[in-house]
């Protein structure tokens, strides 16, 4: 049974840091692009991060840039989103989600993706 699980959510608050990881069962992470996502409540759901197969490529939402990176180890079966200077727009359901070589221009996009984690939730909050 494919299966991604994130963890490492959690109650942060502003300015601190959180790992997020998302694990692969059931199937190697190796040949597909790797996104993160998030969903807060009432807005659609928007990408985060994405990495793709290999690692030589990756992208990032504009509000994130410089505050979270993307990494991928393939011999854990698993991807990490490191998030620095939380900030609470930051707070939201987050997502890893599988697809098999997403366009690049559309890595940051839901529709290119098969398999979804259950979520993980992150809030920034004094």
């Known amino acids: 049974q494919l299966q991604l699980v994130e963890s490492g959510g959690g109650l942060v608050q502003p300015g601190g840091s959180l790992r997020l990881s998302c694990a692969a069962s059931?199937?190697?992470?190796?040949?597909?692009?790797i996104g993160w996502f998030r969903q807060a409540p009432g807005k659609e759901r928007e990408g985060v991060s994405s990495?793709?197969?290999?690692?030589?490529?990756?992208y990032y939402k504009d509000s994130v840039k410089g505050r979270f990176t993307i990494s991928r180890d393939n011999a854990k079966n698993t991807v990490y989103l490191q998030m620095n200077s939380l900030q609470p727009e930051d707070t939201a359901v987050y997502y890893c989600?599988?697809?098999?070589?997403?366009?690049?221009?559309?890595?940051?996009?839901?529709?290119?993706?098969?398999?979804w984690g259950q979520g993980i939730q992150v809030t920034v909050s004094s």
């Open positions: 059931g199937f190697t992470l190796d040949d597909y692009a």
């Open positions: 990495i793709s197969s290999t690692g030589s490529n990756t």
């Open positions: 989600a599988a697809g098999y070589n997403p366009p690049l221009g559309f890595m940051g996009y839901v529709f290119p993706y098969d398999y």
